[in-house]
């Protein structure tokens, strides 16, 4: 029963959004008789939208310059020690705590 009714709802709820929404498809628009503030709306909206390539630009090229700085990195070479500090080997020592009487 639950299937039908999900079922009859959303057969509803479409056939009210194509009723709703042929009206709205039946004409272009026609830009002649556009107003000033359609205009200004639209040139808004365009700088709106070129605005936002300037975090994407920056975003671009740190990720180019990050991969192309790890592919070229050269590993570095270990610096040679002469033989006598390299046997050389200084661990840590346990040193007790001092304790005053």
Same mark, same amino acid.
Do not use: C, H
């Given at each position: 029963? +639950?299937?039908?009714? @999900?079922?009859? @709802?959303?057969?509803? &709820? +479409?056939? +009210? +959004? &194509?009723?709703?929404?042929?009206?709205?498809?039946?004409?272009?628009?026609?830009?002649?008789?556009? #107003?000033?503030?359609?205009?200004?709306?639209?040139?808004? #909206?365009?700088?709106?939208?070129?605005?936002?390539?300037?975090?994407?630009?920056?975003?671009?090229?740190?990720?180019? #310059?990050?991969?192309? #700085?790890?592919?070229?990195?050269?590993? $570095?070479?270990?610096? $040679?020690?002469?033989?006598?500090?390299?046997?050389?080997?200084?661990?840590?020592?346990?040193?007790?705590?001092?304790?005053?009487?």
């Amino acid at each position: 029963m +639950l299937k039908i009714k @999900n079922y009859l @709802n959303s057969l509803i &709820i +479409l056939s +009210l +959004l &194509i009723f709703s929404a042929k009206p709205a498809f039946a004409r272009s628009i026609g830009l002649k008789d556009a #107003g000033i503030a359609l205009w200004i709306f639209i040139i808004i #909206g365009a700088i709106i939208v070129l605005l936002q390539l300037i975090p994407a630009i920056i975003l671009f090229f740190s990720f180019i #310059g990050t991969t192309t #700085g790890l592919i070229s990195r050269r590993k $570095k070479a270990p610096e $040679k020690l002469p033989v006598e500090e390299k046997e050389k080997v200084v661990l840590p020592g346990y040193e007790p705590a001092p304790v005053k009487r």
